[in-house]
């Protein structure tokens, strides 16, 4: 599972450390993609592929969005020796990453968020939110 929060920065070529913690569950190879509400995903081979089988499974007319959007910018990338990936251009201004962000292990998957627009995100997530689907999830 991926748990944690950490603060990285890209550099101009598009280069950005993956945390240790996340480099095992991650794999060797695995894929970028768009994400959402400003940030890219990092799936796991196994992850994505569960998507893509999940994707598949609906009637062309239903699945026509997801797979525009998840497949058109994705790219299976690799970690450097000096633990980095690089993350293309168009995904990269998708998410508008330079400089300062934030690398978060959202269970499944990674994000990687612009440091402004994660603090944006992070702050405006409600209590009482959380709780209303705590108890929808019977937690």
Not at 6 to 24: E, M, N, Q, T
Not at 32 to 41: E, Q, R, W
Not at 54 to 72: D, G, H, N, P, V
Not at 94 to 122: D, F, P, T
Request: a negative charge; aromatic letters at 10%; proline letters at 3%.
């Amino acid at each position: 599972m991926l748990l944690g929060t950490y603060k990285h920065s890209i550099d101009d070529k598009g280069r950005i450390s993956v945390p240790a913690k996340f480099r095992l569950d991650l794999g060797e190879r695995f894929v970028v993609s768009n994400g959402l509400d400003g940030c890219i995903f990092l799936f796991p081979k196994e992850e994505w592929d569960r998507l893509d089988q999940s994707i598949r499974s609906l009637s062309f007319k239903e699945s026509r969005q997801l797979t525009r959007y998840f497949y058109a910018n994705a790219t299976e990338v690799e970690i450097d020796a000096q633990g980095r990936i690089c993350i293309p251009p168009i995904l990269r201004d998708a998410a508008n990453l330079k400089g300062a962000c934030v690398v978060i292990g959202a269970s499944n998957r990674v994000e990687i968020w612009n440091l402004k627009n994660w603090q944006n995100v992070s702050s405006a997530i409600e209590e009482d939110d959380i709780i209303d689907l705590l108890d929808k999830i019977n937690f």
